[in-house]
């Protein structure tokens, strides 16, 4: 591999790169401050950069780059590079450039047209936008081509290297479990607490929150936080990354979760190495090994009782009225408080994957020409009370929930049950390496564990696929074991199985 | 001129005008947003930027179209857009790419410096930046070529068409009249008006301002308003205007009058035509037509008795105790008070151009290669003492104060002074057309006004150069006798001169 040729290839790759940091800037933007009007031009924009980003990525004299340095072959760094550019240019060769533009600009509108609709709980209006995504993208799926199923070119572009014929089967036995858990927490019928019933000033949620993020080692001179309909993580990069949440008046806890799982995202890409910025090494695994950091810090570490312990006198101090007399014990459960609920974001560790199998189920419907998209509202509900007895009252709290499909992202939500397991099997090497985390949440001490996740996570960027980073870490294949143990355990403690 | 040549033209500048409005907005965010952490990569991302644009520009097919369409030639819209491109075309022709990526990079992060000089009254922070930039420019300025004087070569990238050895000699002749009406005024040394020297409350500055922005007609659909450390209108077109402001507890109106500025800037944004989107024509004429719109808000409509005959009640209501009792005499006095002051974007009317010669002055002589950057703390301090007999206590007063060379916007300057000659002579054209302006805004009515200049400057895009536009509205060549006499006026009469 020749000096100059690798120079020359990271230079390109790099200008690539800033393309999708324009991108990445603009999507944040659209989500937190774009103004309505806006919208036509920032698709227009959106797509421009998109079809850019695929000329320079087929550009003849990359592709030779690549093919000369892939051929002649290392396994540093470099090879990483080489490789993972090679992957995603294979892919961007068998695409046309028009429909790499019209994919972006319509995902762009159909993002618009979803806010509206969902705004007006109208699913008329977003299944037109629906229908035409679902039918651009499965023209790029039938372009760049797939092994076994259709769903696996989706899949793809989140989880690389996954398969859904090895997915659905680990999935479906997570659900095996799980139904029965969810059944006998249910059926204890446990009443929530009434003192957590009633308006929590939003200022001071919010001021709480800030003072989380910050706890949990997140750097603010690298990132900062906003308010958007659909909380998310985005941003560019290592020195630039930014969360995103919603409050609502009436809950105390759904923005301060929301806000631990988007910095569980924000710590991972702030630990990406920063030397190899620009170029694949210093991108994440995949999207599930992303939800497992988010997962971990929401659930294991901000669900647990001695996160609590530490935390609820700091809450205490923004809301000393309202959480006079509250213990540690009784603010463990209310914050674990399992019951069927209609919002994904918003479900607790128990039911949260049955959320996550129906949409997959339905995904890969949609994807195969089994369901029309004007039967999504209706699969929704029935599967909805199939699978947790309840049924939506409209669809603005059903199938528009999401942010998603309307954003291309098709082929995502199993990644988020992947980062589950995950994040459960690493945490359990975690707990192995540095002893007794829970009497270090109880002090208030996260940066062991942080340190141990930068070491073993988030400093080696895309040198390892999601499967063999596990594997190296935890000694064994992805599995559903640790997971279910875990939640059998704690859940059994809360509701005296 | 074939119509698919044409369309592929179009197809090809709309492109290149969306990597413009990334970079706007990358801009925009780096002002309002941005993490301490990020400028390194924002800079590299906008010198890529710069580099693709660039490259799009002089790629040999639309080099090609450009010449063909230019020799069949039209008169029409397309001829405009046809022939600005040209323009641009030319000049990036002669162009290294090199240069044009080193010299954005060097912008960006030059532009932190100077945050970071400017909060620690530090030049010598600054100074290798300006210097580095300053040689950039340069460098530019001699590839591009130029005819006279090398300052032309910058000029002309602010205000097209324009000349410094005309422009010199009209802003020497405004000195001239300018100099004994601010001596005759600073004479009288009238006192300020206590009761305006106290806190007001920032929150309800902003409500105030809000409430204005919209009262002068500004879409709030389509553009928003933020804070940072400069003030100014960003954003990507007419659909998305990016007004920011900066408060301060112990001015009432000194953000008030930047709004209003920023107001006059994003309503001439919001009225260009639409259906050129992305092409020249859909671009303002120059930035001294620009700064037109601006300082007639804010000077000729916003620091007019008329204007707070309607507004002052208002502004009472949000600050009934402060504003007791302060008639719209009074409060028309206070903002129109001049005085020999050091910040330029808060100095009144009449003093406001002389801070503009002074740094019309020393960039003359930067480019000339006369003046030192290390020499240029202490000739702006003497400067100063010179026009308005004031010395300032720290660079962070004195020429550390403004943006523009930190952003390499070095020949932006004289367009401010330039800006105030139009705005002043097109004001007398509207008096003419539309009667008793002083009637309408007393009444709250300003809206026959925007239509006027909807008419006759925004919807008319880039379709005439500034030279063109004000012969055509209002008969004559641009002069300085308007601007002069309607100063005497007014502040014959606030100072019984």
Request: aromatic content about 10%; some cysteine; proline content about 4%.
């Amino acid at each position: 591999m020749s000096e100059s040729q690798y120079s020359e290839f990271c230079e390109r790759v790099r200008e690539m790169s800033d393309l999708g940091y324009a991108g990445g800037m603009l999507s944040w933007d659209q989500e937190t401050c774009m103004p309505k009007r806006g919208a036509q031009a920032r698709a227009q924009a959106l797509g421009s950069l998109a079809g850019l980003y695929h000329e320079r990525m087929t550009d003849p004299r990359l592709v030779d780059l690549v093919e000369e340095l892939a051929a002649a072959g290392t396994g540093d760094d470099a090879g990483t590079n080489v490789r993972e550019v090679r992957r995603a240019q294979q892919r961007a060769l068998r695409l046309p450039k028009d429909l790499v533009v019209e994919l972006s600009r319509t995902q762009s509108l159909a993002h618009e047209a979803w806010v509206e609709a969902r705004g007006s709980d109208d699913f008329g209006q977003f299944q037109p936008w629906l229908e035409k995504l679902l039918g651009l993208q499965i023209r790029v799926a039938e372009a760049v081509g797939y092994e076994g199923s259709v769903y696996n070119a989706f899949l793809d572009e989140f989880e690389p290297y996954a398969r859904v014929e090895e997915m659905a089967p680990l999935l479906a036995s997570l659900r095996q479990r799980l139904v029965p858990l969810v059944a006998a927490i249910l059926e204890q019928d446990r009443k929530a607490d009434p003192r957590f019933t009633r308006e929590w000033d939003v200022a001071r949620q919010e001021a709480f929150g800030r003072q989380v993020i910050g706890d949990l080692g997140f750097d603010w001179d690298a990132g900062r936080l906003d308010v958007s309909v659909h909380p998310f993580c985005g941003g560019t990069g290592p020195d630039d990354v930014r969360l995103t949440t919603r409050y609502q008046a009436d809950e105390l806890t759904s923005s301060l979760f929301g806000i631990i799982h988007e910095t569980g995202h924000g710590l991972y890409e702030q630990g990406l190495p920063r030397d190899q910025y620009g170029l694949p090494v210093c991108e994440s695994i995949s999207l599930g090994i992303h939800e497992s950091q988010s997962r971990m810090w929401e659930n294991m570490v901000g669900r647990s009782r001695a996160f609590w312990e530490h935390q609820l006198p700091r809450l205490q101090s923004f809301f000393p009225d309202e959480l006079a007399g509250v213990s540690v014990d009784e603010m463990y459960r209310e914050v674990n408080r399992v019951e069927a609920s209609m919002i994904r974001v918003e479900a607790d560790e128990v039911t949260y994957n049955l959320h996550i199998l129906l949409r997959f189920e339905l995904e890969q419907g949609l994807v195969a020409g089994e369901i029309a998209v004007a039967d999504l509202p209706g699969l929704w509900n029935e599967r909805m009370q199939e699978y947790l007895g309840i049924c939506p009252a409209n669809d603005a709290e059903g199938v528009l929930q999401d942010i998603h499909w309307s954003s291309g992202l098709m082929g995502y939500f199993p990644t988020y049950a992947l980062g589950n397991l995950y994040a459960a099997q690493l945490f359990v090497a975690a707990r192995q390496d540095l002893g007794d985390l829970d009497a270090q949440f109880a002090r208030g001490e996260t940066a062991r564990l942080l340190a141990w996740l930068r070491e073993k996570v988030h400093s080696r960027g895309k040198r390892l696929t999601a499967s063999e980073l596990v594997q190296d870490i935890t000694g064994r294949p992805l599995g559903i074991d640790d997971l279910m143990s875990y939640l059998e355990k704690k859940f059994g403690e809360i509701y005296s199985l």
